[in-house]
């Protein structure tokens, strides 16, 4: 392990190096002395049974390493906002929606709760939070094909209007993104939407549709896959195609109830008005996904 973690410190010091880790230009200041939390999740991989600990990862924050002050699991339910793509084009019947959405109606723990979003030009409730099953499957039937889909704005309203007033006594979020990724007239950017993901530590996973643009090139953002990948991959989720939804709702449901941690440290040499770049790993034998950033604190 002491060569596999000598190699990650030379090929995290190489990025620094050559600017792709920012490096902070403050101390401190401004930064929250109670700690930065962050969500994690963590696997064990090998045939161990030991609960995992701190002395088990390695943070690393702009290339500088830093010291883990708790690691504990998060057995708390979850708050879950399935957004659904109600656009036009979309490629994909509305029987096939769905299906989707009900494997997780299925699968969700008790105490967890669902909140579902269809959006196009703008984002509209389908059905507000509940655990109950048939009241998911019979709102279902306002979903539709209209208009074009404003994905980065509709990830926008999903924060602020319906996660965000949650916090901060529900720390357990995550976005459920059924899409192909395409973004057709959102005022907000592909950039600050992951920056909002990443600052109110909303975990997102994505269902992925075809892609309808035949892999076209977008100004100002990603092609429609690589933007359901960076979504996901930012923020600590994963991307499953739409025809494993079942397997995909049972796998989230199941991580975000049994592999859920939180992770606090305080950042040395660090500003909340600069970027930092989070980069975490385990020993031999443990998986971690975290979000990959966090975003400064300015407007």
């Not at 064990?44 to 030991?50: A, L």
């Not at 079942?246 to 500003?271: F, G, V």
Request: aromatic fraction near 8%; proline fraction near 5%; charged fraction near 25%.
């Amino acid at each position: 392990m002491i060569f596999v973690r000598f190699l990650v410190l030379s090929f995290i010091l190489l990025l620094s190096a050559t600017g792709l880790f920012a490096q902070s230009r403050h101390n401190t200041k401004g930064v929250d002395m109670e700690g930065t939390v962050v969500p994690v999740l963590a696997f064990r991989e090998d045939k161990k049974t030991d609960p995992i600990r701190i002395e088990n990862l390695f943070l690393y924050e702009n290339g500088i390493e830093q010291k883990i002050k708790n690691f504990t699991y998060d057995p708390s339910p979850a708050k879950i906002v399935i957004l659904v793509d109600n656009s036009k084009s979309m490629p994909a019947t509305v029987e096939a929606m769905k299906k989707a959405v009900m494997e997780f109606a299925y699968e969700i723990f008790e105490g967890d709760q669902l909140f579902v979003l269809g959006y196009d030009t703008k984002a509209e409730i389908v059905q507000e939070w509940t655990d109950d099953a048939k009241k998911i499957e019979a709102s279902l039937g306002t979903l539709r094909k209209d208009g074009n889909p404003y994905l980065f704005d509709a990830i926008d309203s999903t924060i602020t209007q319906i996660l965000m007033p949650l916090m901060p006594g529900t720390r357990k979020t995550a976005i459920i993104l059924i899409s192909d990724g395409l973004d057709r007239g959102s005022k907000l950017s592909f950039e600050l939407a992951l920056n909002k993901l990443q600052n109110e530590n909303v975990t997102l996973y994505a269902l992925q549709l075809p892609d309808r643009t035949g892999g076209a090139y977008r100004r100002d953002q990603p092609k429609a896959p690589q933007v359901l990948t960076q979504l996901a991959e930012g923020t600590g989720g994963r991307v499953f195609p739409i025809e494993d939804a079942q397997e995909a709702a049972k796998s989230i449901c199941d991580e975000l109830r049994k592999n859920r941690y939180l992770l606090s440290y305080i950042p040395t040499n660090a500003s909340s008005y600069d970027a930092r770049r989070f980069f975490l790993i385990g020993d031999n034998g443990i998986n971690i996904r975290s979000k990959t950033a966090q975003p400064p604190n300015v407007k």
